[in-house]
């Protein structure tokens, strides 16, 4: 398999909340939700980069659409790690993060490894990694 990852989709039990979450909390762009015509179809987009998008879809379409029955979320199941340029920024995404209504579960500290990093979670429970790598480089 080539490596040619270019959606991920987060199983989520409200999706305007969710939505504005990432739309107008972190600012993430969108056009919004699309597919409201279908009984679960409706999912909101949000580009990312290089082609990568993160898609926000109820669980239960989820689970309908995978033949797989609708379970617990369990934060530690996934992280999505967003790496920055500074420790500045860390600390910078960890605020708007919180003020966008985000639970910070560990704030920013020095890590083990070298780094920077604090995580949160978004209003579903998925946990994001913030993180500053001096080894990483950062490309726009």
Known sequence: MKPRITLLTLGVDDLEKSLQFYRDGLGLPTQGIVGQEFEYGAVAFFDLQNGLKLALWP?????RDS??????????????????????????????AEKAGARVGKPAEDTF????????QDPDGHLWEIAWNPHMEIRD
């Open 59 to 63: 669980r239960k379409s989820i689970a």
């Open 113 to 120: 490894w070298g780094g920077y990093a604090g995580y949160f």
């Open 67 to 96: 033949a797989i029955p609708l379970q617990s979320p369990s934060a530690t199941e996934l992280t999505i790690g967003h790496n920055v340029g500074s420790k500045t920024e860390v600390d910078a995404v960890m605020r708007q």
